[in-house]
């Protein structure tokens, strides 16, 4: 019987300037995958330099993470713009991050929508497709990151990208696949073995339950963690070895 495949990923890169953000060499042990600021919610050109080499030097894949133009929001406000617009600003933040990348002889592998972005995405059949054209029009081997099930991951099966579903370990999900709003009680889930649990049922079974307590079918090919805290951080290595344990393959995008 062949083993079940499993991606986990991280955002990452998010410093800016002076301000620090995130333990991004901790969780870089733990991940196989890391999304990388690019400049735009989070992230500026040192950081970005940075974060890429340290994340090669550990053989995690590398991945663009664009959002909103949004540093004083960190990318969480949803804002109107145009299909034209979205494209552009694709084609501009992961245009950035492969240049530096190609600086470095490596070779982004995907790309992952930011906070609002992302989540606007899921919903917005125009927007998604925006976006999906957009990475496609950078690189066609690149791999769409998106919600599990939504129309983001829809929009990149159209343009002929490989897609990759993801799931949240720490997040609750509303009956229609979409992720509770962080400002709604119950949207984080912070019992780390509650959390593993789901994320296991996810994976193994491909159902979650959701915030009103129905399950609901869901596709888990990566697991986003998140490791900014040093108590985030044993969650990190908590999930990884519950994965293990259950003799799940973990393998970068």
Known sequence: ME??????????????????????????????????????HAGDPLVMLKTVKIAAQKGVSIGAHPGYPDLMGFGRR????????AKAYILYQVGALAAIAKSLNVTLSHVKAHGALYNTAAKDEGLALAIAEGVKAIDPSLVLVGLANSQLVKAGETVGLKVVHEVFADRAYQPDGSLVAR???????????????????????????????????IQADSICVHGDSPQALEFVK??????????????GI
Do not use: P, Y
């Open 3 to 40: 083993k079940i495949k499993v991606d986990l990923n991280s955002d990452i890169g998010e410093s800016f300037g002076a301000w620090k953000m995130g333990m991004d060499e901790e969780v870089l042990h733990h991940v196989t995958s890391a999304n990388i600021a690019c400049g735009w």
């Open 78 to 85: 949803e804002m109107k713009i145009s299909h034209e617009e």
């Open 183 to 217: 400002s709604q009680t119950g949207a984080m889930i912070k019992d780390a073995d509650l959390a593993i649990k789901r994320v296991l049922r996810m994976v193994k079974e491909r159902k979650v339950e959701t915030i009103t307590g129905e399950d609901i079918t």
């Open 238 to 251: 908590k999930i990884k070895k519950a994965l293990l344990e259950e003799q799940i393959l973990i393998q």
